[in-house]
T-cell receptor, first 112, second 113 residues
Framework: DVKVTQSSRYLVKRTGEKVFLECVQDMDHENMFWYRQDPGLGLRLIYFSYDVKMKEKGDIPEGYSVSREKKERFSLILESASTNQTSMYLC???????????FGPGTRLTVT | GNSVTQMEGPVTLSEEAFLTINCTYTATGYPSLFWYVQYPGEGLQLLLKATKADDKGSNKGFEATYRKETTSFHLEKGSVQVSDSAVYFCALLYLQGAQKLVFGQGTRLTINP
């Protein structure tokens, strides 16, 4: 079974802090994604990566950056956390040959 | 552009009732379509999929048929159980760089015993 893990289930940070969310997949997938989930808005794509060191902006990249130094790991960085970034963050991965996305359990981030 | 519109929730049903959650889409070309389910406290799991017109995806008693003529992919189940209580997301897959998903807003389903 594909396993996607995220570093924390719950995280509380203060406004202005730098925040790192880590995601690891164990299926050698080329593609990795970061989404945020907000009630009534569904999932919105923040960034995605289709190869090591390759990244592209999704629909809502403002205030975020990403890093993919190794194929299995994709990090989401909030350079200076703000209260409007309080949300559930979901990581996903997929292979190019079978594009179904597999999701991690999510990190619920609260910025106070 | 690509978009997915889902039936507004929340939806509350009694056990053994018939379920329909509507999903319509707008897309260029012929995307693959998916239903994902999110149980409380968990990430999303793929429930079923269809890759071309008239395909029927099915899993765990749920079904959805890809209708090109009505651009729809409605989710149905004949007899729901309490354990089906979850949030359901309709999504379509499109190619832009990587193959990406666009999701509907989700429908929260609660089944009462």
């Amino acid at each position: 079974d594909v396993k996607v893990t995220q570093s924390s289930r719950y995280l509380v940070k203060r406004t202005g802090e730098k925040v790192f969310l880590e995601c690891v997949q164990d299926m050698d997938h080329e593609n990795m994604f970061w989404y945020r989930q907000d009630p009534g808005l569904g999932l919105r794509l923040i960034y995605f990566s289709y190869d090591v060191k390759m990244k592209e902006k999704g629909d809502i990249p403002e205030g975020y950056s990403v890093s993919r130094e190794k194929k299995e790991r994709f990090s989401l960085i909030l350079e200076s956390a703000s209260t409007n970034q309080t949300s559930m963050y979901l990581c996903a991965s997929s292979s190019t040959s079978v594009p179904e996305q597999y999701f991690g359990p999510g990190t619920r981030l609260t910025v106070t | 552009g690509n978009s997915v519109t889902q039936m507004e929730g929340p939806v509350t049903l009694s056990e053994e009732a018939f379920l329909t959650i509507n999903c319509t889409y707008t897309a260029t070309g012929y995307p693959s379509l998916f239903w994902y389910v999110q149980y409380p406290g968990e990430g999303l799991q793929l429930l079923l999929k269809a890759t071309k017109a008239d395909d029927k995806g099915s899993n765990k008693g749920f079904e959805a048929t890809y209708r090109k003529e009505t651009t729809s992919f409605h989710l149905e189940k004949g007899s729901v159980q309490v354990s089906d209580s979850a949030v359901y997301f309709c999504a379509l897959l499109y190619l832009q760089g990587a193959q990406k998903l666009v999701f509907g807003q989700g429908t929260r389903l609660t089944i009462n015993p």
